[in-house]
């Protein structure tokens, strides 16, 4: 069974770099897939960041511009967001998932429970 | 592509059947549309992708249909754990959500 773990700082300073990482446990990511982030504003709908193959090809969302950086740890079975510039429209629930397969990437089928990060001074 | 989901709220008592609606400003290609529910506190849920396969372990109560810009996310009779939000999503160009229903209970 594929496990994801979201983990970093729940609060961030504006114009600081947000970063989160995520540990992938029941699957090796050298195995296959991509693998993204997904964030959600309390009380809003979902928005797209991400995602990374383990070779570290990345597709990261447009109206994100050149904010995101999406990397990936083999070796520790980890990836991560780092997310520059931040304010507090980026307060949010971010997850980390999996994708159903590595053509069908589209589609997340596996989810870490989310963790909140608050952009305040 | 925009995704519009339609209605916004949809109010209805178990073992009746729910209805919701996906539209895209463009034609999806290759049918490029899943479905995610999302109960209070959780992370979404896979349940229906290329508009009309389940996901593994989903009911067969969920069935997804539609084409083109025009989809549709049908339950075919509600138990009390299917009501939640339901998000309609598309891969293109990119990746987007639309801004979902929440199925409630009457």
């Known amino acids: ?121 | 592509i925009v995704l519009t989901q339609s209605p916004g709220t949809l109010s209805l008592s178990p073992g009746e059947r729910a209805t919701l609606s996906c539209r895209a400003s463009q034609s999806v290609s290759n049918n490029y549309l899943g479905w995610y529910q999302q109960r209070p506190g959780q992370a979404p849920r896979l349940l229906i992708y290329g508009a009309y396969s389940r996901n593994t372990g989903v009911p067969d109560r969920f069935s997804g249909s539609g084409s083109g810009t025009d989809f549709t996310l049908t339950i075919s009779r509600l138990e009390p754990e299917d009501f939640a939000v339901y998000y309609c999503q598309h891969y293109g160009s990119s990746l987007t959500f639309g801004g979902g229903t929440k199925v409630e209970i009457k």
């Open chain 1, 1 to 121: 069974q594929v496990q994801l773990q979201e983990s970093g700082p729940g609060l961030v300073k504006p114009s600081e770099t947000l970063s989160l990482t995520c540990t992938v446990s029941g699957y090796s990511i050298s195995g296959g897939y991509f693998w993204g982030w997904v964030r959600q504003p309390p009380g809003k709908g979902l928005e797209w960041i991400g995602f990374i193959y383990h070779d570290g090809t990345t597709y990261h969302n447009p109206s994100l511009k050149n904010r995101v950086t999406i990397s990936v740890d083999t070796s520790k079975d980890q990836f991560s967001l780092q997310l520059k510039s931040v304010t507090a429209a980026d307060t949010a629930v971010y997850y980390c998932a999996k994708t159903l397969t590595t053509v069908a990437r589209g589609y997340f089928d596996y989810w870490g429970q989310g963790i909140l990060v608050t952009v305040s001074s």
